[in-house]
T-cell receptor
């Protein structure tokens, strides 16, 4: 069965622009979570969506937002990009927490 | 607040040698614990998970981990390391649908 698909794999954006990243979960998974990974801060939780509702939110500024569609696909948006937003953004999906979380390969965002 | 500590930032072992990666957690109740592995430029792959029951859990690729409540630890082990095991390893605890990760341990394997 297909895994978690994140698009695009790589992005280069200019400071001040906005960006939208996409995540397609494993078929049947209704929970989608987003994480930011940087060398300095490690892996940090952004938010989780379940059945189109944000269920959990991490400690990130309001420039970071997300949504989930009825088919469980999710997008995250970052507005007014800053250099510090350069990171690997990972999406994970799950059926239940007991099943664990399956991660995608990530989107590498570079802000210049 | 819940936290996860991986005391070793970088470990080097010889191919064929045994491996133990340490993980300590801070969590009030019985935790849901995970070990993930990440190869360069890739996402995270789940190695194993613990929720309850038998404290020794088996995972993929020959890995196992032991949950020790008295020591708040969940150490990852492998009896014989292969060169392909070189990667970064992350321990994590589930905090109500949100994974709290340790800082990671980078494993190098020498021939």
């Amino acid at each position: 069965k297909a895994g978690v698909t994140q698009t695009p794999r790589y992005l280069i954006k200019t400071r001040g622009q906005q960006v939208t990243l996409s995540c397609s979960p494993i078929s049947g998974h209704r929970s989608v979570s987003w994480y930011q990974q940087t060398p300095g801060q490690g892996l940090q939780f952004l938010f989780e969506y379940f059945s189109e509702t944000q269920r959990n939110k991490g400690n990130f500024p309001g420039r970071f937002s997300g949504r989930q569609f009825s088919n469980s696909r999710s997008e995250m948006n970052v507005s007014t990009l800053e250099l510090g937003d350069s990171a690997l953004y990972l999406c994970a999906s799950s059926w239940t927490a007991l099943d664990g979380y399956t991660f995608g390969s990530g989107t590498r965002l570079t802000v210049v | 607040a819940q936290s996860v500590t991986q005391p070793d930032i970088h470990i080097t072992v010889s191919e064929g040698a045994s491996l133990e990666l340490r993980c300590n957690y801070s969590y009030g109740a019985t935790p849901y614990l995970f070990w993930y592995v990440q190869s360069p430029g890739q996402g995270l792959q789940l190695l194993l998970k613990y929720f309850s029951g038998d404290t020794l859990v088996q995972g993929i690729k020959g890995f196992e981990a032991e949950f020790k409540r008295s020591q708040s630890s969940f150490n990852l082990r492998k009896p014989s390391v292969h060169w392909s095991d070189a990667a970064e390893y992350f321990c994590a605890v589930d905090q109500g649908g949100k994974l709290i990760f340790g800082q990671g341990t980078e494993l190098s394997v020498k021939p």
